[in-house]
């Protein structure tokens, strides 16, 4: 007797390395952490909670907050443990096994793998040459699923849909359209006005980029106020904490530290990205995110990755046959940015690269 589903049993484990020996760019994390006096505020707050109180259901403060930074009325928007607990959210509100969504490939690998734990089929359209989008061929692919899902920017490959061809989906298409902005403060460019007179829309965020929470772990949604209310009924109670709500509220009381953070990491993206292009077999990919994918015309990406990681930095292979010569880098420190941009110098060099 087999006690777990099959679509769980194919299943391969999620790992990703989480090696802290080594300069760690391999989870498109804040090159920085929160700063001590926001630690301590959120420290100061926490020790006048009451831990014995469950959290609120919906906490309105947070909310607020999030509010007054997006734009979106209260009353759209729904908060979670981390956008991937919305994702699923999602699913389960809009589909039933056996139901098709589409994605792009290659995209962000959690849209497919809740989508296979809840037996749905994630279709996937291949994103062109240079990694760009192809709209028509989203459209075309969409006709009779539930929902297609795209990260704009998309993760890992930094590229983005335009504005318009994100309407064009949305107003083309009858079922439910999910943008992931998770990168939108590095990218600069949102779909969020059309919520208003798109009731098919959804837009996700997280604060574990630009907002340096990624172990806090703390995202939310918002689109029209009847579609979110249905997504909210799937969710499972109290996932966000007294912790999380407390920290994210001190972060965006403070939006200064999050907007010095992310000019940073800009000016850094243009200075790694120009480095690459002048090194020989490395053919990086213009990002619009906080990390930039790159290319490797004489070597594997498992074989470049070890070299970078023997030189003390470590970043993401995947195991899509449409990147096994690519790596993806997240922006750093200027420091590790530097230690990086050797190592790769170095491995290409000594011809391991």
Known sequence: MNILRPSVE?????????????????QNEAPEDVPAEV????????????????????PAELEERLSA??????????????SNELIQAIYLAVCAPGDRIVIVRPGFALFKRVAGILSL?????????????????????????????LASPNNPTGTALSVNDIERIVRSFDGLVVIDEAYLEFH??????????CPNLVILRTLSKAWRLAGVRLGYLFGNEALVSGIAKTKLPFTVGTFARTVAEVMLDRREKMESVVRRVIGERTRVYEALTAIPGIAPIPSSANFILFGLENTTAASFQKELKARGVLVRAFDDPALL???????????????????????VAEGRG
Not at 69 to 81: D, K
Not at 189 to 194: C, E, N, Y
Request: zero cysteines; hydrophobic letters at 40%; aromatic letters at 8%.
């Open 69 to 82: 930074y997006t734009g979106a009325p209260v009353s759209g928007i729904l908060v979670g443990n981390g």
């Open 10 to 26: 194919k299943l391969g484990a999620y790992t990703v390395d989480q090696d802290l020996s080594v300069i760690k760019l391999n």
């Open 39 to 58: 630690k301590e505020e959120v420290f100061e707050r926490l020790r006048r909670a009451g831990w014995q109180r469950y959290p609120a259901g919906g």
């Open 188 to 197: 600069g460019r949102t779909v969020q006005g059309l919520t208003a007179e």
């Open 121 to 149: 089929t994630a279709d996937e359209v291949p994103l062109d040459r240079g990694f760009v989008y192809d709209a028509d061929a989203i459209l075309e692919r969409a006709r009779g699923a539930r929902a297609v899902v």
């Open 325 to 347: 010569r690519h790596l993806r880098v997240t922006i750093g420190t200027a420091a590790e940015n530097d230690v990086f941009l050797k190592a790769a110098r170095d491995a």
